[in-house]
Structure formats: structure tokens, C-alpha cells
């Protein structure tokens, strides 16, 4: 059974940084495309930043590029997304995602197959 279980999110001022972290089990990271989405309310999920098993392929959306960085521990099993600078239009609930060890269209959540709960991250002006 795959579960992935999001953690770190929370309430905070705009340029401060937050560092999700999302634990899994029942998935290896060195075979499995991970990701981040976010969704705010009234809006479609959101794609935010995926990574590739081997690291080679990282990949962010355009308005976090420069921002926030994806890493994994794969000894840990743990996908982490440090969130730097954040301002008001980042407050969203964050989730976790898992793929397979192929996904063709990275940004699209219907190419994924695990999803977190999701976690929510608030950052007020």
C-alpha cells in the first residue's frame, strides 16, 4: 500500500521560507517520479515542481523557479520542498505526488497515480 503523509506547512509572513516534507512507504524513490502540486481555493491543482528517480530531471513552475527547490532522501524515503521568499499568492494546500518510473507529462495530475492529503500553507502580507 502506497502512502504518502505531507508535513511542515503552516501560517507565516511574506518572505519567509517553509520546508515541506513528504514521507512515503510502499514506493522506492530510486524508481519513482515524485512531485509537488498546490491547490488554492476556487482554483485547479497546480502544478509546482516534480523530480526524475535518478535527480537528472527537475523540473518547476515558472513561478516558483528561483524559489523553491525539490530534493528526496531516497535512503529516508522522504521528498522535501524548501519554499523560500513566499508571498500571498503561494498560500494554497500543498500536496505530494507519486508517479511511476515514467511519467510523459509531468504537469499534468492526471499523470500521476499517489496523492497526499495535502497540507496547508498560509503567507500573509
Known amino acids: 500500500q502506497v502512502r504518502l503523509v505531507e508535513s511542515g506547512g503552516g501560517s507565516v509572513q511574506a518572505g519567509d521560507s517553509l520546508r515541506l516534507s513528504c514521507v512515503t512507504s510502499g514506493i522506492s524513490l530510486s524508481t519513482t517520479y515524485m512531485a509537488w502540486f498546490r491547490q488554492a481555493p476556487g482554483k485547479e491543482r497546480e502544478f509546482v515542481a516534480a523530480i526524475s528517480p535518478s535527480d537528472v530531471y527537475i523540473d518547476y513552475a515558472a513561478s516558483v523557479k528561483d524559489r523553491f527547490t525539490i530534493s528526496k532522501n531516497n535512503g529516508k524515503n522522504t521528498v522535501t520542498l524548501q519554499m523560500n521568499a513566499l508571498n500571498p499568492e503561494d498560500t494554497a494546500a500543498y500536496s505530494c505526488?507519486?508517479?511511476?518510473?515514467?511519467?510523459?507529462?509531468?504537469?499534468?495530475?492526471?499523470?500521476?497515480?499517489?496523492w497526499g492529503q495535502g497540507i496547508q500553507v498560509t503567507v500573509s502580507s
Open positions: 505526488a507519486a508517479g511511476s518510473n515514467r511519467i510523459l507529462h509531468p504537469r499534468v495530475p492526471g499523470d500521476w497515480l499517489y
